[in-house]
Structure formats: C-alpha cells, structure tokens
C-alpha cells in the first residue's frame, strides 16, 4: 500500500489546467422552469455535461381498461 498512497499524495498536490484538485468537481449549476409548455422541468449542468428533464401529466389513458389506479406510467426519452 506503499505505493498507492505514494501516488494519492502525488495526485492530491497535482492541479488541473483550470486550477481545480484532481478530485474536486466543477461547480454545478440548476435552472428550474427551462421548458415553458411543461408542467415542470430542470436543467441540470456540471462542466460541459447538460441534462434537461420535463414532466408532463397527468395524461388519462385512452382505453378505460389499461387504467391502473395504484400505478404509474414513465416515459423516457433520451436524446443526443
């Protein structure tokens, strides 16, 4: 186990080009509301990484019989 923490110490007094600890995160950044015909939705950023969620409903199902009172429906779509 020497070796590892020779190494942790190593990385520890490292930085990154723009001045953060190797194990320190970019600092995050949330906007509610990002999507204005959705009942509700965020966008989530961390760095260059961005993910947006939106939330419509409640919608009835169109056949009386799918309908599942104790139960719910999530659709997701994903997009790149």
């Known amino acids: 186990c ?3 923490r ?3 110490s190593d990385l520890i007094e490292r930085r990154r080009p723009d001045g953060r600890k ?3 995160l ?3 950044t ?3 509301g990002p999507i204005k015909r959705a009942d509700g939705s965020c966008r989530f950023s961390l760095g260059c990484s ?3 969620v939106a939330i419509y409903g409640p919608q009835s199902e169109n056949i009386l019989s ?5 139960r719910a429906r999530v659709d ?3 997009r790149a």
């Open 2 to 4: 020497r070796v590892a």
């Open 6 to 8: 020779a190494m942790s």
């Open 30 to 32: 949330i906007e509610f």
């Open 50 to 52: 961005t993910v947006i």
């Open 26 to 28: 970019r600092p995050p």
């Open 66 to 70: 799918k309908q599942l009172l104790d």
């Open 76 to 78: 997701v779509t994903a």
């Open 22 to 24: 190797p194990a320190q």
